[in-house]
């Protein structure tokens, strides 16, 4: 899926990768200080980074099946990525809906719920990993026809 030439995909997964660590470090800041206002601005990044994570795992589904089946390697990391960060997305979506219940007010955060969070974020940034692999092992998306190595 491209806009103007380049691929969506790419231009959306920066915001979940941003926001949803951000939300962890507003959620502890709050629990630590006891301050509800940061817990209620770790909520609206929480809420950003799920939405914006949901129209990430659209268009890298558009980008998945548009690979070709005879790349097994590149099929299987995109595979591994999308059910990774797909599952984290998914998992902050129910956690949106826990704060989303509580609203206005702020979600009460407790350590088990910090160290959940915090594996979340670093399955996240596996994935992540694994979706760079896609790009700069296999090149996925990338357009050698327009590309100034061409002559290299």
């Known amino acids: 899926m491209k806009l103007f030439g380049h691929p969506v995909h790419p231009l959306l997964v920066h915001f979940p990768t941003a926001l949803l660590p951000m939300e962890l470090v507003l959620s502890a800041i709050g629990y630590f200080r006891n301050d509800p206002s940061f817990a209620m601005a ?3 990044c929480l ?6 994570g949901a129209a990430a795992i659209v ?3 558009v980008e998945l099946i548009t690979l070709p089946r005879t790349d097994k390697k590149a099929l299987a990391a995109g595979i591994y990525h999308g059910f990774l960060n797909g599952t984290v997305i998914l998992v902050f979506a129910v956690l949106a809906y826990r704060g989303w219940e509580a609203y206005p007010g702020a979600l009460e955060t ?6 959940f969070k915090t594996v979340l974020i670093l399955t996240l940034f596996f994935g992540n990993y694994l979706g760079g692999e896609l790009v700069y092992k296999y090149f996925v998306g990338i357009n050698f026809k327009n590309s100034p190595h061409e002559n290299n």
């Open 42 to 44: 770790g909520f609206y």
């Open 47 to 52: 809420l950003g980074g799920v939405l914006l």
């Open 59 to 61: 268009t890298g589904l």
């Open 110 to 115: 407790s350590m088990g719920a910090l160290v």
